[in-house]
């Protein structure tokens, strides 16, 4: 070692060489983790951007003819009331995957037959349940007795039956029914569980209106479907719509004009529907039924849950599509577009015969007695504050058995509703129709001028509504308010009230209830 060459001067500092090294190693493994992160963040961010991002406007190929729900056919029986009869069940759909989905309906694998009654008549629902789980059915939109509203208190158990009756007294209207079970709505209604209930009245019946079922007057329930891989669908926002079940659908078109009952059946999705002409259509009823005055316009949201009758004026031989373009959601850039705000989709194709039935013109004077339905304002005795925001309401969540508030029988109330975030909320009230008095203090909108049960709260702004409690007042069943975003809804984003007798209070409440968890239950 003595006599050997002197060490390279590189050999003589291995230590700081080392030492540098590995400081330079922990920079450049800690620098590359920093950036990893950041880049699958990006990608992350990119994803879920991309994901959201949806256009399908000319990339669709609108060629299947639009299946038409049957009408339910219906018996009277021996005490004048008209008898429905509903399965629920379980089958598989095309829904455009590579496989068909499993899917669950009504008398069918898909979605339900539309259920239609008169004013005055007193109707009867056998409902059967053969899926593998529980489920409920509520009548969405309609008056009527709570222990019969098929909230999430009225399960009903795997081959259990429910037989809920009424009497419709109600304005002619489009409702529509879908299961209601704690926790699980989406789940149901993506699957299938869903469809009309037509009312009509004295006064629809006399208005010379498109009214010829699967002719002139068609169901147009448009949902968007996730449609995984295999067939498989998921309960949020999807890129597939689907109208009454049917992908990529076309309707003939024999009459000059053609009625519109749209409903809103998807889960999280907002839609706001034009044709792809640019032309108006006249707006002849809101959710609740037909408006005071028809409204001509060129485009119309409708959240989850939300109804519109649109009569759409043809031309010989022309095809006009049917899309939903950019609703606003009147909320921030970044939460408008993670919420759909920027989503095009091509949804209807509507084919015009070279030669069309003529069609009466649209009145312009609809109900004149409508809106009466919801009270007048002088006689609101009492006012509520609804404030939304996270999945709560006032910052509460659904509780079984808590009975949040009990309006009494027989009183008009104004209620305050406001979505305090920039997230998609909407307000749904079970039972009754409500009349928007003003939002943000200005006049409603055409569109928010007929009776609704359902309405899209555009952040911040705040809706006044006017309710009338009529008729059944029972102190041991709720309805329900809440979020229609069907995944805000099952995540608790609910309030439960009873309506009473004047001096009455709320009973007890079941916390679970009894037909929730049977052998059958697989979630
Ligand atoms: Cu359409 Cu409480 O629901
Ligand atoms: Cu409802
Ligand atoms: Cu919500």
Same mark, same amino acid.
């Given at each position: 070692? $003595? ?25 450049? $493994? ?23 991002? #949806? ?21 009277? =029986? ?31 694998? /898909? ?19 053969? *899926? ?44 529509? /029914? ?36 699967? $002719? ?49 059946? &998807? ?16 707006? #002849? ?78 009145? =312009? ?23 939304? &925001? ?10 079984? =058995? ?15 509703? #406001? ?11 079970? =039972? ?22 359902? $309405? /899209? ?7 006044? *509504? *006017? ?11 709720? /309805? ?28 007890? *409440? ?14």
């Amino acid at each position: 070692m $003595v006599g050997g060459p002197p060490a390279p001067l590189e050999r003589v500092r291995p230590m700081p060489r080392r030492r540098r090294s590995l400081a330079t190693r922990l920079a450049i $493994v800690l620098g590359s983790a920093v950036l990893l992160l950041v880049a699958i963040g990006g990608a992350g961010i990119a994803f879920a951007w991309n994901h959201a991002s #949806v256009d399908t406007v000319g990339k669709v190929a609108l060629d299947r003819q639009l299946a038409i729900p049957p009408l339910a056919r219906s018996t009277v =029986d021996a005490a004048g009331r008209r008898v429905f009869d509903l399965t629920a069940q379980s089958g598989s759909t095309d829904l455009g995957g590579d496989e068909p989905s499993p899917t669950w309906g009504f008398n069918g694998s /898909y979605l339900g037959p539309t259920l239609r009654a008169h004013r005055g008549e007193r109707v009867l629902v056998e409902l059967h349940n053969d *899926l593998p789980v529980a489920t409920t059915v509520h009548w969405h939109g309609m008056h009527l007795p709570a222990r019969y509203d098929g909230g999430p208190h009225q399960m009903v158990a795997p081959g259990g039956t429910w037989e809920p009756t009424w009497r419709i007294d109600q304005p002619a209207a489009t409702l529509w /029914y879908h299961p209601h079970p704690h926790g699980e709505t989406a789940d149901h209604v993506s699957r299938g569980l869903a469809g009309l209930f037509i009312l009509d009245d004295d006064e629809s019946d006399r208005l010379p209106l498109p009214h010829t079922y699967g $002719v002139d007057d068609l169901p147009v329930i448009v949902q968007d479907k996730d449609v995984r891989g295999n067939g498989h669908l998921g309960s949020g926002s999807g890129r597939t719509i689907v109208v009454n079940g049917t992908v990529g659908p076309y309707a003939a078109v024999s009459t000059e004009r053609v009625r519109l009952r749209l409903l809103n059946g &998807s889960s999280m999705r907002v839609f706001d529907f034009r044709l792809d002409n640019g032309e108006p259509f006249d707006l #002849v009823a809101t959710g609740g039924g037909l408006m005071a005055h028809k409204a001509s316009l060129d485009h119309i949201r409708l959240a989850p849950g939300e109804r519109a009758e649109v009569v759409v004026t043809m031309q010989p031989g022309e095809r006009r599509v049917l899309r939903s373009v950019d609703p606003d959601l009147g909320s921030n850039f970044l939460s408008s577009h993670f919420d759909g705000g920027d989503a095009k989709f091509d949804v209807l194709e509507l084919r015009a015969a070279d030669t069309l039935q003529p069609s009466p013109a649209v009145p =312009d004077v609809l109900s004149t007695t409508n809106l009466a339905t919801a009270g007048t304002e002088s006689e609101s005795v009492r006012t509520r504050t609804f404030s939304l &925001s996270g999945h709560s309401i006032n910052g509460r969540q659904m509780v079984m =058995d808590r009975v949040d508030f009990a309006p009494i029988l027989d009183t008009t109330e104004t209620w305050q509703v #406001v979505n305090t975030e920039d997230t998609a909320h909407s307000f749904h009230v079970h =039972d009754v129709q409500f009349r928007v008095l003003s939002v943000d203090g200005r006049q409603p909108a055409p569109e928010l001028s007929g009776l609704k049960d359902t $309405v /899209y709260l555009e952040p911040h702004r705040h809706y006044r *509504l *006017l309710l009338r409690f009529t008729d059944y007042a029972d102190p041991d069943s709720v /309805y329900m308010v809440h979020c229609h975003m069907l995944r805000h809804e099952d995540a608790g984003m609910m309030l439960q009230f009873a309506v009473v007798e004047p001096g009455d209070r709320p009973g007890e *409440l079941a916390a679970v209830p009894a037909t929730r968890h049977t052998e059958g239950h697989t979630h």
